[in-house]
């Protein structure tokens, strides 16, 4: 009986022809003189032989080629939604920034543009030991009216 | 180079074509894996999609050292598995076969091809998936035992031992269902 287990654990193994050569002649022999065992073989062959025969499924050629296209097209989309949401927030926060540093500077440079040349420098008047107003050092780094 | 390692370099070289020959060339035997599996005829096409979603966007850290097709299956069985454990059901469904499956009252009563069929849709549903799916791999596919060991990650003793319990599993259940008979 404890071969008759023995064998019955090698069963399936031998019906997958996975077996060596001296196991599968032990197998055998032990077959042909165990009506028990062989009753076994042949209902795992059986069973063996309907999982093999089970109708098989076909879908047609571009059918899950097209579902994976409008997947992967779907994905994308949702990635691209998501990139330009994230952008959205950035935008709203971070571009008024660098808008307004560019109208400062257009505006700084259109007025400096219109001062003529000062004479005399600001190091000039600081240097000379003269009391400097307010008035005096504006016109000095803006530039003199006259 | 072979048919397969062919498509991956066109693929990995920006031509999608390359993706869709693998997907033509496997979606059937992908399809027959999971409905094995699952025994959802919907639902195993949407895992097939995930499946080959899931290739699409490994494809480029797939590390050639085993064939496509194994690193393939081993996906399939993660999909199936994943899907299954998900629904809180790791052994499978047969609910969906209920109405299809009409348990003979009377053992002598012969089956026709399509009783049968139905019968062993149900039975197989009832095979914990653990045990089920190296014997779908081995009877199904035709794998052998090697390749299974190289898909589920165990020794050749494990898949020995996984596809004969699978069919006493699927045994017992047969004879249950059919009241007596293989």
Request: hydrophobic content about 40%; proline content about 2%; aromatic content about 8%.
């Amino acid at each position: 009986m404890r071969e008759c287990a023995d064998i019955e654990r090698r069963l399936s193994r031998y019906l997958d022809k996975e077996m060596n050569d001296a196991d599968r002649a032990m197998v055998e022999a032990h077959l042909a003189g165990c009506p028990l065992c062989k009753k076994e073989m042949s209902e795992l062959a059986r069973l063996k032989g309907l999982v093999m025969e089970t109708e098989r499924k076909t879908l047609p050629r571009d059918y899950l080629v097209c579902r994976i296209r409008e997947s992967i097209a779907d994905e994308r989309r949702a990635i691209g939604r998501l990139s330009l949401a994230g952008m959205g927030i950035f935008a709203r926060r971070l571009i008024p920034v660098p808008v307004a540093v560019i109208i400062v500077s257009v505006v700084f440079m259109i007025f400096t543009s219109m001062q003529p040349v000062t004479k005399s420098s600001l190091e000039d008047y600081i240097f000379s030991g003269r009391a400097a107003t307010t008035e005096t050092a504006l016109e000095l780094i803006l530039g003199s009216q006259n | 180079m072979n048919e397969d390692s062919l498509y991956i370099e066109e693929f990995l070289n920006g031509d999608e074509k390359g993706f869709e020959m693998l997907v033509r060339k496997y979606q059937d035997r992908i399809l027959n894996i999971i409905y094995s599996l699952i025994g959802k005829d919907r639902e195993s096409e949407d895992i097939a999609q995930e499946v080959f979603l899931k290739v699409y966007h490994g494809l480029r850290y797939f590390r050639r050292h085993s064939r496509f097709s194994t690193w393939l299956y081993r996906i399939v069985a993660n999909t199936a598995y994943g899907f299954l454990r998900k629904r809180g059901n790791v052994v499978g469904d047969e609910s969906a076969l209920e109405n299809s499956v009409t348990t003979r009252k009377d053992p002598r009563e012969s089956l026709s091809m399509k009783e049968r069929e139905a019968m062993l849709q149900k039975a197989l549903a009832r095979v914990p998936i653990k045990f089920k799916t190296a014997m779908v791999f081995k009877d199904i596919e035709g794998l052998s035992y090697i390749e299974i060991s190289r898909i589920l990650r165990c020794s050749i003793g494990t898949v020995e031992s996984k596809i004969y319990r699978a069919r006493q599993f699927l045994k017992d259940e047969m004879l249950e269902l059919g009241g007596g008979s293989v």
